[in-house]
């Protein structure tokens, strides 16, 4: 079994519970440990602070376990959804603009790297977008992110 305290120092290797809070990082860390710690308090179906075997799977693999399925949409709907409108444009699911982060020496070849990969996105994309309206809704997104083979959680 692992408690909340021991899961936060172990795996973001804080020396203490709350160190998350010292962080500044524009709030992704801040996140991060909010959505793990709304998972823990999830997965924790017996309400002993702590997770044994099987709500560690769950925790690990939410998408996997109907009764995870709402979080897991919740979580990747916020990471993709930039625009906060509920849904997934295909800008959004390509992923943030390469002129702020690529340097100005490097950007001509990802850019043609980019292009090259821009046809496998758009087939993923595509793929997801089952009514073909130009955006992934949550249900299309609940698709993409909970398959419901909970066998593949345990592996």
Request: proline share 3%.
């Amino acid at each position: 079994e692992i408690t909340w305290e021991e899961y936060i120092k172990h795996f973001y290797m804080f020396s203490h519970v709350d160190e998350w809070k010292e962080i500044e990082d524009d709030g992704y860390t801040e996140k991060m440990v909010k959505n793990d710690m709304e998972k823990f308090k999830l997965v924790d179906v017996n309400n002993n602070q702590k997770m044994d075997i099987e709500e560690w799977k769950r925790f690990l693999n939410p998408g996997s376990y109907d009764s995870m399925r709402e979080f897991a949409i919740d979580v990747s709907l916020s990471d993709y959804d930039r625009n906060n409108d509920g849904a997934v444009n295909y800008e959004e699911y390509k992923g943030p603009q390469s002129d702020d982060v690529i340097p100005e020496e490097f950007r001509e070849e990802f850019e043609a790297e980019e292009a090259a990969n821009d046809k496998v996105i758009q087939g993923h994309f595509n793929r997801y977008d089952v009514n073909s309206d130009g955006i992934i809704d949550r249900q299309e997104h609940g698709v993409m992110v909970t398959p419901n083979k909970q066998e593949e959680a345990e592996a």
